[in-house]
C-alpha cells in the first residue's frame, strides 16, 4: 500500500472530545470516524487491525472445538420473549417492528439464537458438547458511549455458546475457554490481562469471569490482593467487615442536631468516627417507584449491582418527595415509616454505639445498637470493597483496587436459557434434560483499542506485530531524489515479493511529516532509505518502540525484515 | 472436522415451502436454519463457504486497490436525510428511533456513509481516484422475502464505492470493476454469469451492469439477442414497434358492446388481432392516490419500472372507485376526464384503425386514430420487451426472453450524492468540482445459493472446490472394522498434516447414510476406506459429480487427494 493513497487524514491536534489516549490517537491517525453517538465507520489500517483480530480469535476457538456460524443482527422479539429476556433487558437492547408491525430487536448478544439454531439438533445426549461461535456485528443501545472504540453502541464481537450435559463437563470446557482466552490475548499484544470472579449481571448463570486490562483509564473497578492471588471485580467482590462485640451498649438516645444532614456533619458533631454511624441510601424501585432505604456502616459506599442482585430488580437513586415520610438527613433504622422497605449492609450486624438519623426534622440517635434496637434486621453484602479490606481468600488486610478494561468475559449460564426455551436432550436412559451452557464474549474493537491504550507513546500507538495493520514501513527520503526513488521503489516490491506487508511512503514531505504520520501509523517495523544511507549502501531498520535502530547493508535488507517480523511475529 | 460432531441436522424430505433447489438443499443439508421471515442462520458449512467468497471477493478488490473499510449497520437518519433517500427510499429502508428518540435506520446500501466517510480527505484532486469497500451485514425490509437466501432481508453484502475526477476516470474504473467481477464470480465456480445493462432504479446515476445466472428459477427477467452481444434486463431494454403508417384511416365510430371489458373480448367481438387495440393500464400515485392511464397497444404489457422512471415518483396499480370518473373495461384516449393524467406508450405512436374504450358504459370506439384522435399525445417507452422483439442493436427480430439471478451490480452514479451531501474538491486550478462516484455490490449468501442452484443433483449441492466448505469428505466404511478404523484415523490425520480441508465420517452407519449426508455437504473429493478396498491395499477416490471415480493404492492417497485438491481449485 502506498502511504499517499491511503484513505484517512492524520493530524496533530488532540481532539477536544478524547477522555482517553486511544480515542484521540485512533483518530488522530486516521483509524476511524464519527458518524453517530457511539458509532464508527473504520478506515483501512482498523479494518486490518480488526481482521487480524478476528484471525486470531477465530483459530483460538478452532484449536477448542469451535464451528463457526452466523446468527442474524436483526431478531425476531418472539425470541426474546421466550427467554424473558424481551421484558427484563433495559432500553440498551433496541426494540423496533419491522414494515409489517412484527415486533423485532437488534442483537446485543445471541444466546436465544444460539439455543434457537442447535435446539432440534440436541436432542440426544450423543450430541455433547459442543460450541459454536460467530463474528459479528452487535448492538446495545448504550446511554453513554464513551472513550471511542471503549463503550460503543455498535461493535463486532467474537460470541461463543457451549452445550453440555454435566456441570462437569461445562467447567472443564470452562476453563479450556478461559486458556484459549489467555493465548488470544497473548497474541494480540496483551499476556497482561488477567481475569477476575465477576458478576454475571443480566446474563444470567453463577460462576464467571471478565477479562481485565488494568489501566487507570478503565471503567471498571478490579479488586486484587496483594498478597494471594484474589481478583475480583468489584460487584463480585465480597466487602468483609469485622465489627467489634460490644460488651456494654450504652442506651438508645435522641440528640437535637439543627441543620446536620451528613455522616461527616453529624460525626464532626459528636466527635465519632465515621465507622460509628449508621448511613441511610435511599433508592427507588423501576417498577413502582417504591421507596428502598439501605442502612450501611458510614464510611462505606453501596455497590448497585449487589442491591439490584439482592433485590432481583433494578432500582435508580431517590427522588424524596415532601409526603413520602422520610426525612432526608435523618433517616435512621427506628422509627422507619412501616411502608418503606428497610435493607442492611453486613457492616453492621452486631455492631453498637452507632449514630444514626431519628426519622424526625433536626433529630439524630446515638447509642445505637443494631441486635437491641433492630432484632429483625436481615444482613446481607451491599458495600463496596475498600482499599485496605479483608481478602475473602487469605484473610489478610491486603486489597487494593485497581481500575480496568474489560476485554472479554465467560460466563457458567447454567439451564437459564435452555429451560425458558425448552431445549431438551434426552440421556442414555431415555430420561429428559435441560442442557446446561456456557457463553464466551469478545469485543474485536475494544480489543484494538485496549492494545493501542496498552501501547503507545505520545506519538502514536505501537502495535504489536500480530495484529499491526502493516508489518513494515518503507519510508523514502527526498523521493525527489531519481536514485533514491528508484533504489526505495525496488526495495518496495522486494519486501512484498518476501511475502511482508508493506506501508510505503514515497511523498516528497519533509521528515517531520514523514515520521510523524509513521508513529500515528504504529507499524513495528521502519525502514529508511534515504541519500546519506544510501551513500554507505545501506538502509535504517528501526523499530516503532525505539528499542531498536540499525544500519543494514542494501542488499541484506529484505532478509533482515523478514527475519525481524517473524521474530517480532514470535515474541 | 469429524461428521458426528458437525452441528446440524440432515434430513431427506423437501421442506414443503420451498420454491427452488438451492433452498431445499440447503436446508436439508444443515447449512442454514429460519429464524424470522427472510431471515436465517448459518450453520458451519455455509460459513465456510461464505468465507471463502468473502476471500475471493476481498482478493479481487484488493487487486484493482481497493481499501477494505468498515461502516455500520446502524445509522443516522440525519445522512439519509442528506442525500433525500430518507423521503425517497420506500418501507424497504426500515427506520427506527433509538433510546433517545434520534432518527436511525437500518443500513441496506452505504453510499451515504461512504461520503461521509471520505468528505473531508477527498478535498483535493490529487487524491484521486480511490476506492472503499467492505463486506458487512445489510438489512433490506422485502415485502416478499422467498427462495432461501436468493431473496432475504438480512444478508451479507460487499460494497464497493469509487470516486473520480472525470467521467473518463470512471468509466475506466467500472471497466477495470466489471472484469474483477468476471474474476471473481469464475472463481467462485459461475463462469456462465453474464453482464447485462440495467435500469439503476434508486440507486441514481445512468449506466449500470448486473451480473446475471441464467436460470429457470431466477425471478428477474432478461431481454437477450439471438444473433448479436446485446443483453439488458427487462427495465433497460427498449421496446421497439413498428408500426405500419395508415394511409386512409376509418373514421371514430362509437360501438355498443355490452357485458364487454377485456382487450380478448372486444378483439373477439370486432374480429381483430389485439395489435389493432388500444388498451388502458389504470394506476394511482403512492403520493397522492391521483389516477394516472396508460395507454398501450392491445398485445404488450407495461413495465412498471419504466412507468416508475418517466413519472418520478412511486406507483401501484389503481383501486377504480364510482366516484373517480373511469368506466373501468370502458376506458380509452379519447373523452378521458381532464383532471386524470393520461400516458401514451410508443406502440400506439402513428397507429390507426385501433379500437379502444369510449369512456361510457358499454360503448367502445373503432377507428381510433392516434394522429388525428390524439394529436397531443406525447409517447414514451412503457412496454415489456417480447419474445422476438426487435434488437435495439442490430434491428433483427431476434430478442428472447430469459429468466436469471442478479449476483452483483454495478453503477455509475455521478454526483448524485456528493451534490447533495456537498462533498467537493480543488482542481489543479483551485476549482470546486463535485466528485463522480460508482459503486459496485455482490450478495454473498445470494452468490452461495447461486452457485448451490446451477450446481447440484437431486442428492444435494455440487461445491466447487474453490468455495467448497470442506475439500475431501473421508468416509470410513464399516467403523466397528478395528483395521479400517484404524486406517481411516490415520488417513485423517495425513491429509490434515497435508494441508487438506478433511470432513471425516466415521460413525458406524449404513453406506446408504453415510452417502447421502456426503452428497448433501456435496464436498468435491470423497475418499472411501472400506474392508473390501483395503485387502486390496487401496482406496477409492471419486468426485462429487460422478465425473471420476479411481482406486489409488494405500500410500499414493495423501499424494493423489492433493493433487486432485490443487488440480479442481486451479480448473
Same mark, same amino acid.
Given at each position: 500500500?502506498?502511504?499517499?493513497?491511503?484513505?484517512? *487524514?492524520?493530524?496533530?491536534?488532540?481532539?477536544?472530545?478524547?477522555?482517553?489516549?486511544?480515542?484521540?490517537?485512533?483518530?488522530?491517525?486516521?483509524?476511524?470516524?464519527?458518524?453517530?453517538?457511539?458509532?464508527?465507520?473504520? #478506515?483501512?489500517? $482498523?479494518?486490518?487491525?480488526?481482521?487480524? =483480530?478476528?484471525?486470531?480469535?477465530?483459530?483460538?476457538?478452532?484449536?477448542? *472445538?469451535?464451528?463457526?456460524?452466523?446468527?442474524? @443482527?436483526?431478531?425476531?422479539?418472539?425470541?426474546?420473549?421466550?427467554?424473558?429476556?424481551?421484558?427484563?433487558?433495559?432500553?440498551?437492547? $433496541?426494540?423496533?417492528?419491522?414494515?409489517?408491525?412484527?415486533?423485532?430487536?437488534?442483537?446485543?448478544?445471541?444466546?436465544? %439464537?444460539?439455543?434457537?439454531?442447535?435446539?432440534? #439438533?440436541?436432542? +440426544?445426549?450423543?450430541?455433547?458438547?459442543?460450541?459454536?461461535?460467530?463474528?459479528?456485528?452487535?448492538?446495545?443501545?448504550?446511554?453513554?458511549?464513551?472513550?471511542?472504540?471503549?463503550?460503543?453502541?455498535?461493535?463486532?464481537?467474537? *460470541?461463543?455458546?457451549?452445550?453440555?450435559?454435566?456441570?462437569?463437563?461445562?467447567?472443564?470446557?470452562?476453563?479450556?475457554?478461559?486458556?484459549?482466552?489467555?493465548?488470544?490475548?497473548?497474541?494480540?499484544?496483551?499476556?497482561?490481562? =488477567?481475569?477476575? %470472579?465477576?458478576?454475571?449481571?443480566?446474563?444470567?448463570?453463577?460462576?464467571?469471569?471478565?477479562?481485565?486490562?488494568?489501566?487507570?483509564?478503565?471503567?471498571?473497578? =478490579?479488586?486484587?490482593?496483594?498478597?494471594? *492471588?484474589?481478583?475480583?471485580?468489584?460487584?463480585?467482590?465480597?466487602?468483609?467487615?469485622?465489627?467489634? +462485640?460490644?460488651?456494654?451498649?450504652?442506651?438508645?438516645?435522641?440528640?437535637?442536631?439543627?441543620?446536620?444532614?451528613?455522616?461527616?456533619?453529624?460525626?464532626?458533631? $459528636?466527635?465519632?468516627?465515621?465507622?460509628?454511624?449508621?448511613? %441511610?441510601? @435511599?433508592?427507588?424501585?423501576? %417498577?413502582?417507584?417504591? #421507596?428502598? @432505604?439501605?442502612?450501611?456502616?458510614?464510611? $462505606?459506599?453501596?455497590?448497585?449491582?449487589?442491591?439490584?442482585n439482592v433485590l432481583g430488580e433494578e432500582v435508580h437513586p431517590a427522588v424524596i418527595t415532601e409526603s413520602c415520610g422520610l426525612h432526608p438527613g435523618y433517616i435512621g433504622p427506628v422509627g422507619l415509616p412501616e411502608h418503606i422497605t428497610a435493607l442492611f449492609d453486613s457492616s453492621l450486624q452486631g455492631a453498637g454505639d452507632l449514630s444514626c438519623g431519628a426519622n424526625e426534622e433536626e433529630y439524630h440517635y446515638t447509642g445505637l445498637c443494631m441486635q437491641r434496637d433492630c432484632p429483625d434486621a436481615v444482613y446481607h453484602d451491599f458495600a463496596k470493597v475498600q482499599e485496605g479490606g479483608i481478602c475473602p481468600k487469605c484473610g489478610g488486610h491486603t486489597l487494593t483496587v485497581s481500575r480496568g478494561i474489560e476485554v472479554g468475559n465467560i460466563f457458567q449460564l447454567g439451564t437459564k436459557y435452555t429451560k425458558t426455551m425448552n431445549m431438551q436432550y434426552l440421556d442414555q436412559e431415555g430420561k429428559s434434560h435441560y442442557p446446561i451452557m456456557g457463553c464466551y464474549g469478545i469485543g474485536v474493537g475494544r480489543l484494538a483499542a485496549s492494545v493501542c491504550e496498552a501501547h503507545h507513546d505520545d506519538y502514536g500507538p505501537i502495535w504489536p506485530m500480530s495484529i499491526a495493520p502493516w508489518q513494515v514501513h518503507l519510508c523514502c527520503m527526498r523521493a525527489d531524489n531519481p536514485e533514491v526513488k528508484a533504489y526505495a521503489d525496488g526495495l518496495y516490491q522486494a519486501l512484498q515479493q518476501a511475502g511482508l506487508e508493506v506501508l510505503y511512503d514515497d511523498r516528497t514531505v519533509s521528515a517531520g511529516v514523514m515520521f510523524s504520520d509513521a508513529d500515528l501509523l504504529g507499524v513495528p517495523l521502519r525502514i529508511i532509505a534515504s541519500p546519506r544511507n544510501l551513500k554507505e549502501n545501506c538502509c535504517e531498520i528501526s523499530t516503532r518502540d525505539k528499542s531498536m535502530q540499525i544500519k543494514v547493508p542494501c542488499d541484506a535488507v529484505v532478509d533482515k525484515a523478514q527475519e525481524l517480523v517473524q521474530q517480532m511475529l514470535r515474541s
Open positions: 500500500m502506498k502511504l499517499d493513497k491511503l484513505v484517512g *487524514d492524520r493530524f496533530k491536534e488532540k481532539p477536544s472530545d478524547c477522555v482517553i489516549d486511544s480515542h484521540a490517537l485512533m483518530l488522530r491517525g486516521g483509524y476511524m470516524k464519527y458518524v453517530a453517538n457511539g458509532i464508527f465507520s473504520s #478506515y483501512m489500517p $482498523l479494518r486490518r487491525i480488526t481482521r487480524k =483480530i478476528e484471525q486470531i480469535i477465530r483459530e483460538e476457538m478452532d484449536a477448542i *472445538d469451535g464451528q463457526e456460524v452466523q446468527f442474524p @443482527v436483526v431478531l425476531p422479539a418472539s425470541l426474546w420473549e421466550e427467554s424473558g429476556r424481551y421484558e427484563s433487558v433495559g432500553s440498551e437492547l $433496541l426494540r423496533f417492528e419491522d414494515r409489517n408491525g412484527s415486533k423485532m430487536v437488534l442483537g446485543m448478544t445471541h444466546e436465544e %439464537a444460539a439455543v434457537q439454531l442447535v435446539r432440534e #439438533y440436541g436432542q +440426544s445426549y450423543v450430541k455433547y458438547p459442543f460450541m459454536i461461535y460467530q463474528i459479528q456485528t452487535k448492538f446495545r443501545d448504550e446511554a453513554r458511549p464513551r472513550a471511542g472504540l471503549i463503550r460503543v453502541r455498535e461493535f463486532t464481537m467474537k *460470541d461463543a455458546y457451549s452445550f453440555h450435559t454435566s456441570q462437569q463437563d461445562l467447567e472443564q470446557y470452562y476453563y479450556k475457554c478461559h486458556q484459549a482466552y489467555e493465548r488470544i490475548f497473548a497474541r494480540a499484544g496483551l499476556p497482561e490481562v =488477567i481475569s477476575v %470472579a465477576s458478576d454475571s449481571g443480566m446474563m444470567g448463570g453463577s460462576v464467571s469471569h471478565e477479562f481485565m486490562l488494568l489501566t487507570p483509564v478503565g471503567e471498571d473497578s =478490579i479488586v486484587l490482593c496483594n498478597s494471594c *492471588d484474589y481478583r475480583a471485580n468489584m460487584e463480585a467482590a465480597p466487602s468483609i467487615i469485622e465489627n467489634m +462485640s460490644v460488651e456494654n451498649p450504652k442506651p438508645l438516645e435522641k440528640v437535637y442536631t439543627p441543620n446536620i444532614h451528613t455522616i461527616e456533619e453529624i460525626c464532626d458533631f $459528636l466527635k465519632t468516627p465515621q465507622e460509628q454511624s449508621c448511613k %441511610a441510601v @435511599v433508592y427507588q424501585k423501576n %417498577a413502582d417507584d417504591a #421507596y428502598v @432505604v439501605l442502612f450501611i456502616r458510614g464510611d $462505606l459506599e453501596v455497590n448497585e449491582t449487589k442491591l439490584r
